[in-house]
């Protein structure tokens, strides 16, 4: 006769919901399940914050608060004076530029301060207008800082990367979020949005500029939204846009779709005629959301 068979010990274990099964979660097989879960999780947060409508901040996460630019600058200056080695060259004309570069650090700061200020001054208060950022440094930075200036809420959609981007410390607690996919970060970007501030920066911020603009020429953004450049110098010597024009790759109908702006003041200023233009806002700005 042959041997009896005896039981496995997982035999005697209770199965694991698929839910909570971490290594399944984390397969390519679940991955529909965490781009679901990357777009109802921040839904459903936004909702309990009474979050409707953002003005969303882009720009380096390399610019720094106007403050250590100066601090690093005379650092440099004054290397080699006690007889260590001097600053290279290099080093002084990048220490230089990041300290010209930093006005856009503080002028961030200051719109974000102004529009929530604003926002605030509103009978349904500081849930008409959301300052929202990439969560980073630089320019996401200054925007949250800013927006806590001013007593208000403020998002931070940060990212997970390969060089890891901490969360600066002044987005709302409630509000940190970090997402997985580019593009369901993207989408809460886009989808409260009643306007977008680019403000200088490299390939990430071009990466958003061009998609809002693209979302926004083809309609797909569902509504509207203004587009402002902060830093005509900047973006006029970075992206040729006339050019585009003359070689027949956009319409004038193209360009109109992003204005230039110089000053917190200036931006705040247009924001604030552009978002009163819009019926939806009108209408907002009489009745508090419930």
Same mark, same amino acid.
């Given at each position: 006769?042959?041997?009896?068979?005896? $039981?496995?010990?997982?035999?005697?274990?209770? $199965?694991?919901?698929? !839910?909570?099964?971490?290594?399944?979660?984390?397969?390519?097989?679940?991955?529909?399940? /965490?781009?679901?879960?990357?777009?109802?999780?921040?839904?459903? =947060?936004?909702? +309990?914050?009474?979050? @409707?409508?953002?003005?969303?901040?882009?720009?380096?996460?390399?610019?720094?608060?106007?403050?250590?630019?100066?601090?690093?600058?005379?650092?440099?200056? &004054?290397?080699?004076? &006690?007889?260590?080695?001097?600053?290279?060259?290099?080093?002084? /004309?990048?220490?230089?530029?990041?300290?010209?570069?930093?006005? !856009?650090?503080?002028?961030?700061?200051?719109?974000?301060?102004?529009?929530?200020?604003? %926002?605030? %001054?509103?009978?349904?208060? &500081?849930?008409?207008?959301?300052?929202?950022?990439? *969560?980073? #440094? *630089?320019?996401?930075?200054?925007?949250?800082?800013?927006?806590?200036?001013?007593?208000?809420?403020?998002?931070?959609?940060?990212?997970?990367? $390969?060089?890891?981007?901490?969360?600066?410390?002044?987005?709302? #607690?409630?509000?940190?979020?970090?997402?997985? !996919?580019?593009?369901? =970060?993207?989408?809460?970007?886009? @989808?409260?949005?009643?306007?977008?501030?680019?403000?200088?920066? &490299? !390939?990430?911020?071009?990466?958003?500029?061009?998609?809002?603009?693209?979302?926004?020429?083809?309609?797909?953004?569902?509504?509207?939204?203004?587009?402002?450049?902060?830093?005509?110098?900047?973006?006029?010597?970075?992206?040729?846009?006339?050019?585009?024009?003359?070689?027949?790759?956009?319409? #004038?109908?193209?360009? +109109?779709?992003?204005?230039?702006?110089?000053? #917190? @003041?200036?931006?705040?200023?247009?924001?604030?005629? @552009?978002?009163?233009?819009?019926?939806?806002? +009108?209408?907002?700005?009489?009745?508090?959301?419930?």
């Amino acid at each position: 006769m042959p041997a009896e068979q005896k $039981p496995h010990p997982a035999m005697h274990q209770h $199965p694991q919901l698929a !839910y909570q099964d971490s290594r399944f979660l984390e397969s390519a097989d679940a991955r529909t399940l /965490r781009m679901v879960a990357e777009y109802l999780e921040p839904q459903t =947060r936004l909702r +309990r914050a009474g979050v @409707q409508n953002t003005v969303v901040f882009f720009g380096s996460a390399r610019i720094l608060p106007r403050e250590e630019a100066v601090k690093h600058l005379r650092e440099l200056e &004054g290397q080699g004076k &006690g007889g260590g080695s001097p600053a290279t060259p290099e080093q002084l /004309r990048e220490a230089r530029t990041a300290m010209q570069m930093s006005r !856009y650090y503080e002028d961030a700061r200051e719109l974000a301060r102004l529009i929530t200020r604003w %926002s605030l %001054s509103l009978k349904n208060g &500081g849930h008409f207008l959301v300052v929202c950022s990439g *969560g980073g #440094p *630089g320019i996401m930075e200054a925007a949250n800082r800013g927006a806590a200036e001013a007593g208000g809420k403020s998002i931070g959609f940060n990212i997970t990367l $390969p060089m890891e981007q901490k969360p600066n410390p002044y987005i709302t #607690p409630e509000l940190s979020f970090l997402f997985r !996919y580019f593009f369901m =970060r993207k989408l809460w970007f886009a @989808q409260p949005a009643k306007a977008l501030l680019v403000f200088p920066g &490299g !390939y990430g911020t071009m990466d958003e500029m061009w998609e809002f603009l693209t979302l926004v020429q083809t309609h797909k953004l569902g509504h509207r939204a203004t587009i402002l450049l902060y830093g005509s110098k900047f973006w006029k010597k970075a992206i040729n846009f006339d050019w585009l024009l003359e070689a027949g790759t956009i319409l #004038p109908e193209d360009l +109109r779709l992003i204005r230039f702006v110089d000053s #917190p @003041q200036e931006a705040f200023a247009l924001l604030r005629k @552009q978002l009163s233009r819009d019926r939806a806002q +009108r209408i907002a700005l009489r009745h508090p959301f419930v």
